[in-house]
T-cell receptor
């Protein structure tokens, strides 16, 4: 069965510091991984998908199949990055499975 | 512009009073789904639909019904709401989410 684990419920970093939000997954097939961001009282927005390998808002994420991880990284955190971040996995049948989320707070 | 529209956005109701949350899309996409979001639990899929007249249960379908009579609409039906269905509900068209509907059941 598929599972997505985000081990940190809360993460605080200072402005300008690097940030890494962890995501581990378990899935027997070939997964497609995503990161979503949810700003306060707003909808979930797709931030990254691993197949596109692009950088959005300075965030990047690399799929590591050996470690079954898809950690989200940004070299210099900004205050506007404060939000809830969700890692998600697709089983190839369009179903998305979400982790429980990490709330990132960037301290000025 | 791609749009996912949910209504109502906010609703307070009482136990047992049937309600429907509508979801419509202008993306002509086959796949639509419903999630509920609860603190500490993340998002959990309620139902999904691969196409018209094709629906299936997600992780937490109990107490909910859906229908997909036409491609653009995918309503979520609570026949007899209970307080444990108080939650924030999101409709999604594949990877794209609606604004959410906050439901409170008293």
């Amino acid at each position: 069965a598929q599972r997505v684990t985000q081990p940190e419920k809360l993460l605080s970093v200072f402005k300008g510091a690097p940030v890494e939000l962890k995501c581990n997954y378990s899935y027997s097939g070939s997964p497609e991984l995503f990161w979503y961001v949810q700003y306060s009282r707003q909808r979930l927005q797709l931030l990254l998908r691993h197949i596109s390998r692009e950088s959005i808002k300075g965030f990047t994420a690399d799929l590591n199949k050996g470690e079954t991880s898809f950690h989200l990284k940004k070299p210099f955190a900004q205050e506007e990055d404060s939000a809830m971040y969700y890692c998600a996995l697709s089983d190839g049948a369009n179903n998305l499975f979400f982790g429980t989320g990490t709330r990132l707070t960037v301290i000025p | 512009e791609a749009q996912v529209t949910q209504n109502p956005r906010y609703l307070i109701t009482v136990t047992g009073k049937k309600l429907t949350v509508t979801c419509s899309q202008n993306m002509n996409h086959e796949y639509m789904s419903w999630y509920r979001q609860d603190p500490g639990l993340g998002l959990r899929q309620i139902y999904y639909s691969m196409n018209v007249e094709v629906t299936d249960k997600g992780d937490v379908p109990e107490g909910y019904k859906v229908s997909r009579k036409e491609k653009r609409n995918f309503p979520l039906i609570l026949e007899s709401p209970s307080p444990n269905q108080t939650s924030l509900y999101f409709c999604a068209i594949w990877l794209f989410f609606g604004e959410g509907s906050r439901l409170t059941v008293l």
